[in-house]
DNA sequence: GAGAATCGTTACAACGTTGTACCTTGAACT
DNA sequence: AGTTCAAGGTACAACGTTGTAACGATTCTC
């Protein structure tokens, strides 16, 4: 059905290898010859078939590129720019949804299409530290957002640490004293771990005491869960002034819980969030946010990748990439 | 470096088939064999190679799926649920980004890794309808919410003119008399096209003339453009009290735009959106809008592929999938 | 003008897998 | 005892591609 080399080769009236170096714009074929099979490629519509390729060349040109979920805009953001970044190079991303789950994240990264990618670049969530012991030997892994895990892996983060920080203390400058955290989440090796002791060691800085009443926790990222535990802040004998949301989805979430409960932010409540996704540029209030610059941890990720398969397996790489607090309405116009 | 099934077989003292028969369940192998070779496929930590199999087997078990952007989260979410849909199969999906733009539309139907894909799913932007003489024949293909091209292929949608007109109806229902359309565009093949037909003909059904000023285009599907083109309806000497928005992003720019106006919605105008992404659910005002079964898509997608590799080239199929109108805030508060 | 160097092309093997055909073994029938 | 039969296993070829080695033809060198 489909035209292989040998269709070509036949009808050109040379060798399939010929075909082969024409294809591949390989060493010396007459012009005559050149001419002649690129009419037949183009006559029979032939398309290189990959598999073979591959099978034959050992790389394959795809990487592995694992989300929790594409249904957050930050990931849909963030896996458009490693497309891109990716095709640069002359790469496919296969993009998988782990919903976040441990055992998916470990399929990905031990066997999932193994033989079929050159790489694999995971945003992990539920994976533990020991869990690395798994992977794949012989196939770069690269480790998204995620520095607590600490084993020798490539890793791509902002830090978050600092970068929580700096979103804590934006509050604490504008005035608010009672400051909630939204978003924690179990273990000790988590983005949520990290993004909650930026915040305690911007509180305790300031000398103010951590209010474990405070810290809410949120079972996923998105919007109804921001809701859900804005709704439990409010219900507070003494609700927070300012809320830290550890993501875009749970302040847009807890901006909707406000509104409904009729306070106004930031004057009632002011709220922060994290991701810099594109929607919090046009919610009611605009939200300010903490914008990892997601365009440098695609190219770094990809920049990993393309060295560890050039050098092979030298030392993992730490690459921190830089973020932003953007100020907006949701903390802006307060004053105290 | 990865183990084969060669390898496994030198381990287990058997044949190569036979470790090839326990892969894959086939036929009869003796217990104390089947243990034998599982204990090596364990040791060895043996994958299959995909692309070995797929280039014996013919059989590829990928999917590509061609959206415009997956920055959109109406893509977004529905390639999740393609994803998941196709996964009950045993699909994986390989996800390309369009950009909307024709030419790399093409490529996704007559080449891009044809090869390496059962089947292709695309939803299209730019194609025009001769350009399907292009489709790489042998591979099924299914155009997803475009059924203007009305050329012979699979197509699954909604009914864009009915669903526009509902949503038109719904504003005139309220009592409103000067709805703007926004989000035209060129061609008289693409959805645009679509939904403004329907708005048009629900105005015309309701004895009312069309004013061409109240069209007004937009050049991407995005929120940025949904503020501009907003700003443009808001600017007129005579003003929209209500607009319909050709997708929830121009919406909830829309909302932006009004916002910064100081007009309140829906009192001094309506909106109402098209797509029913989750984030029109926490705007302010939560956002009406128009809302395609996705799932229901995704499902009927992955169902057309599964008969179309299973009857070879049988007829299109027309699939057509519901919608429901879910009104909110942006228009539901309203009184004439 | 004989040998060497270069260009252009080709046959062959191999990548890892599975379908086909065949072989072996043992048991169940006449 | 001879025949049939099925289960269990194997060898081989093939999928489409490219690297290697080798070959024929031309040109260059002294």
Redesign the interface.
């Known amino acids: ?2 035209a292989t080399l040998k269709d070509v080769a036949a009808r050109a009236g040379v060798s399939v290898k010929t075909v082969s170096n024409v294809v591949n714009g390989y060493s010396f074929v007459t012009e005559d010859n050149r001419r002649r099979v690129q009419e037949a490629i183009d006559l029979l ?1 032939y ?6 390729r ?2 034959r060349k050992g790389r ?1 040109g795809f990487l592995t590129l694992a989300v929790p ?3 957050n ?1 930050y990931f ?2 963030l ?2 720019l490693v ?1 891109n970044a990716a095709a640069e190079h002359d790469w ?4 998988e ?1 782990t919903g976040g789950v441990r055992e998916r994240e470990l399929t990905v990264i ?2 999932a ?4 990618v050159d790489a694999i670049i995971l945003s992990p969530i539920g994976l533990q530290p020991t869990d690395l012991a798994e992977a ?3 196939t770069p892994l690269v480790l998204l957002g995620e520095r607590a895990l600490s084993a020798p892996v490539h890793h791509v983060a902002i830090d978050n640490v600092a970068a929580a920080s700096a979103a804590t203390r934006h509050l604490l400058d504008l005035g608010h004293r009672r400051i909630a955290a939204l978003g924690d989440q179990p273990g000790p090796h988590g983005t949520a771990a990290l993004r909650l002791r930026g915040y305690q060691s911007a509180l305790q800085a300031a000398g103010l005491s951590v209010d474990p009443a405070l810290i809410v926790p949120a079972a996923a990222y998105s ?1 109804a869960e921001g ?1 859900a535990a804005m709704r439990r802040l409010l219900s507070l004998a003494d609700p927070p002034d300012a809320v830290f949301c550890f993501n875009d989805m749970l302040a ?2 807890a ?2 819980a406000a ?1 409904d409960r009729g306070l106004r932010v930031p004057e009632d409540v002011a709220v922060v969030g994290f991701d810099g996704v ?2 919090g ?4 209030p605009r939200l300010t946010t903490i914008a990892p610059d997601k365009a440098a941890i695609a190219e770094a990720a990809v920049g990993l990748v393309r060295a560890a398969l050039q050098d092979g397996a030298g030392q993992p790489q730490d690459v921190v990439t830089p973020f932003t607090l953007i100020t907006r309405e949701s903390t802006r116009s307060f004053a105290h």
């Open positions: 059905m489909v519509g398309v290189p078939n990959i598999g073979a591959n099978l394959t979920e594409l249904a805009p849909a953001e896996c458009g497309m496919t991303v296969l993009i949804q031990n066997a299409h193994r033989s079929l794949a030997p012989g919007r809701t847009v979430g901006l909707s509104r594109d929607e540029n046009y919610s009611a």
